[in-house]
């Protein structure tokens, strides 16, 4: 049931076409899903709960394997953990550019899986899965929370229970993405409703123990408290927190802070598979002109993605918090030149949460070119290579990041262009 990995991943793929037409038609004829049937029901959320669940059900009980090279990453975090070695110097070095707190879950993963006749990558997955769940309710109680009683509920809801790339990263990949989504949406929640100083910047410090990346949401919070004494209450509690796991991992590895803080504040993604930088790797073998511009643009890739991020933090300064977040990722991913294919799921709940249908649907649909170019291409099975040579491979799925990279620049103009009239709540 869990050895053939051809068949399983064939299986797979029909699967993923069947969520895709659902996810498509909830996004453009919702009554055709039966979204009309949901919202009547006496409890919806509980269906749509249902809903999510069974998507991800089938290929994370029934696909053995995940991204290959993460997978194996994962191995290597769990083994030196529970060997009791330093995750950012051991044999898993460069494998993890995080903070301590996921490595946990991946150990308690590996240990289950030693422990169960349950293969590592379902054990792995479990946590993602249902952080997608708990990513479906935050968005439907939020539509409840503004006063959204009829379907618009449930249509959000559900573009987020079957959307192809939530679907592909958690019950596919083998990411967690989700579980941080989860994290900084509930920081987000817990601020906008009330705000509740002390709860959203401890969900925010969980959040940036998962993945670094969130803390990014910290400014946009601070330039929209006007009492200095709340804003360095929110930095304490959410650095406090962080630097709790930090120490207790430095103590109990005895370990030196530097490896880690470099691998989780440097890392920027794998180059030149992903919008400019990968147009500008395929392009440039052939016009050679090309090659120091490419060069520079990689070089500087650090101070593209600052100079964005301060420029739309600028920019958005008037707008609501959830949409200068949502500007400031777009920003981030027009300039990058690296990109991990499951951060493209980062845009999807804050997306569906700023009220984004249309551009949302373009880009799922667009981004699941290049997330199916790589996981069918290289990761789950090297598709890619079976069929052409490697050079010829590794072009085609760089050139498959294009339509989704068009859309983020044409989506942030929008946005930009509009700062005034974006859709705030």
Not at 57 to 86: C, K, M, N, W
Not at 143 to 149: A, E, P, S
Not at 207 to 230: A, E, G
Not at 381 to 392: I, K, N, Q, S
Request: hydrophobic residues 60%.
């Amino acid at each position: 049931m869990w050895s053939s990995v051809i068949p399983a991943t064939s299986w797979a793929l029909v699967w993923l076409i069947i969520v895709t037409l659902l996810f498509i038609l909830t996004a453009i004829e919702p009554d055709v899903v039966g979204v009309n049937w949901l919202a009547e029901r006496q409890r919806p959320l509980l269906w749509l709960l249902l809903i999510a669940l069974f998507v991800r059900l089938l290929p994370l009980l029934l696909l053995p394997v995940g991204a290959r090279y993460d997978i194996e990453s994962f191995r290597l975090v769990a083994t030196a953990l529970l060997h009791g070695e330093d995750v950012y110097t051991s044999a898993a070095l460069g494998r993890h550019p995080y903070l301590p707190l996921q490595m946990y879950v991946i150990g308690a993963a590996w240990w289950a899986a030693l422990n169960s006749r349950i293969p590592f990558p379902i054990w792995i997955k479990l946590v993602p899965v249902f952080a997608d769940i708990g990513l479906t309710a935050l968005i439907f109680v939020v539509y409840r929370r503004w006063g959204q009683v009829g379907k618009t509920a449930v249509i959000f809801a559900l573009l987020y229970a079957l959307n192809p790339i939530s679907l592909l990263t958690s019950a596919y990949h083998g990411q967690f993405d989700s579980v941080t989504l989860l994290l900084l949406g509930l920081s987000w929640a817990t601020w906008h409703f009330g705000r509740q100083i002390n709860k959203s910047a401890l969900l925010l410090g969980l959040s940036i123990l998962n993945k670094t990346w969130p803390i990014v949401f910290l400014p946009i919070v601070l330039i929209r408290l006007h009492d200095n004494r709340k804003r360095l209450q929110y930095i304490l509690v959410t650095f406090a927190l962080v630097g709790v796991f930090i120490a207790a991992y430095l103590i109990i590895f005895q370990a030196s802070p530097m490896p880690m803080l470099q691998w989780a504040f440097l890392h920027t993604g794998v180059a030149n598979f992903w919008g400019l930088s990968a147009f500008l790797d395929v392009v440039g073998t052939w016009l050679t002109g090309l090659a120091p511009i490419a060069d520079f643009y990689f070089q500087q890739r650090r101070i593209w993605l600052l100079l964005m991020g301060l420029l739309l933090l600028w920019w958005t300064r008037k707008q609501s918090a959830l949409d200068a977040l949502l500007t400031i990722i777009l920003g981030e991913f027009a300039v990058t030149v690296g990109l991990g294919i499951q951060w493209l799921l980062w845009v999807v709940p804050f997306a569906l949460l700023a009220g984004e249908k249309r551009w949302l649907t373009w880009y799922s649909l667009t981004a699941l070119i290049l997330l199916f170019a790589q996981l069918y291409g290289i990761h789950l099975y090297p598709w890619a290579y079976t069929f052409w040579e490697e050079a010829l491979g590794t072009m085609l799925i760089k050139m498959a990041s294009l339509p989704a990279w068009i859309i983020v620049v044409i989506w942030l103009f929008t946005r930009v262009k509009n700062v005034n009239t974006a859709y705030q709540q």
